[in-house]
């Protein structure tokens, strides 16, 4: 597959934005403003961030965000003009036909089951292709340029989309999908809802189990990553942008909102769930139903909604079951004042 590539100055021309620096530079791919590396562009929505970036960074940002002798191209709208980017960028997922692509590279002590689709580009094996000793049973279909590590089992039904990589010793459980659209939309005077084109990938280590019906999205740019040992139950979502630390557990109907991180060890008990952009530390410990909606310190233990400490939320908990009776106290008190005020014996 072809690289696709622009001058800063057309994308500048592409999104009506003003260009600084070289016009002549080569854009290939768009890359996080936390990781900006050679041939990317970078969108950024904090100003704080410009100040601390490399003068080697490429920023699709706001008007005057640009550090002195910085590149890159100014804009009213950085979100705006970085889904006109994304849709050149995006070449999709297009499925195709069953069938096992001459341009696949299959070790020979792999097994596959009938009806797999395993599309150009594939590797199982050590260099992105289905590796040894690998199971692909029935019905199991996986896109363009996935890699599939040694001893790794798809169960029926699995998904793999294009350009996800699966480590060694996987198990990916009957429906579970791989790199799936990330969920990105935003406000559009024109369209109403604009769709975000989702070009990143999913990478999955070493020894990770993905549950029956669980997806996890591939990123809007970047990589969605799960950490080697993690075991990620059924019915799991995991959005787009998430990092998930390695042997982290993640049990049933549990989800993940985009961007966010989970530190090394984290548990996250049945239908708990974590908002946007929220960092949770090393070894947390989320109860079920916990709703975080901010960053979590390490160690930590929470619960309810919004998450607390969970010995803080049972004092709530008992506190509230005791309402009815002092409700009642209350009502009491109020009559014997009543009974006072008005001389009454």
């Not at 080569?26 to 100003?47: D, H, M, R, Y």
């Not at 920023?59 to 050149?88: C, F, H, M, S």
């Not at 989800?255 to 090394?264: E, H, I, N």
Request: charged share 20%; aromatic share 4%.
């Amino acid at each position: 597959m072809s690289i696709k590539e622009l001058t800063l100055a057309k994308i500048a021309d592409m999104v009506k934005g003003t260009l600084k620096g070289e016009g002549s530079y080569i854009v290939t791919s768009i890359s996080a403003p936390e990781s900006p590396c050679p041939g990317s562009i970078s969108p950024l929505w904090e100003k704080k961030l410009a100040v601390n970036m490399s003068c080697d960074a490429v920023l699709l940002t706001k008007n005057g965000w640009i550090p002195e002798n910085g590149q890159g191209i100014e804009v009213e709208d950085p979100r705006r003009a970085l889904v006109t980017i994304l849709e050149y960028f995006d070449t999709g997922n297009k499925t195709h036909l069953p069938c096992i692509h001459e341009t696949a590279v299959i070790s020979e002590s792999s097994v596959i089951g009938d009806n797999v689709t395993i599309g150009p580009g594939c590797v199982v094996s050590d260099q992105c292709i289905i590796g040894d000793d690998c199971i692909l049973e029935g019905n199991v279909w996986i896109g363009k340029q996935v890699s599939i590590g040694n001893n790794s089992r798809l169960e029926p039904g699995g998904v793999i989309y294009d350009r996800s990589s699966i480590g060694s010793n996987c198990i990916i459980h009957a429906n579970a999908v791989i790199g799936c659209d990330g969920f990105g939309f935003m406000p559009d005077s024109e369209k109403v809802l604009l769709r975000i084109p989702q070009i990143g990938t999913v990478t999955i280590g070493d020894d990770v189990e993905i549950g029956v019906c669980s997806s996890i999205d591939r990123a809007t740019f970047g990589e969605t990553k799960i950490g080697k040992g993690t075991k990620i139950d059924s019915h799991v979502k995991i959005a787009h942008n998430c990092t998930v630390g390695e042997y982290c557990i993640i049990v049933a109907q549990a989800g993940v909102a985009g961007s966010s991180t989970l530190g090394r060890g984290v548990t996250m008990a049945a239908q708990s769930g974590v908002a946007n952009h929220a960092c949770i530390g090393d070894g947390v410990i989320a109860a079920g139903r916990a709703g975080i909606t901010e960053d979590i310190l390490p160690g930590s233990v929470v619960s309810g909604f919004p998450a607390i400490d969970h010995k803080k939320d049972l004092r709530q908990l008992a506190a509230l079951r005791q309402l009815p009776d002092l409700i009642k106290n209350v009502k009491s008190i109020e009559k014997r004042l009543d009974v006072l005020g008005s001389g009454e014996k």
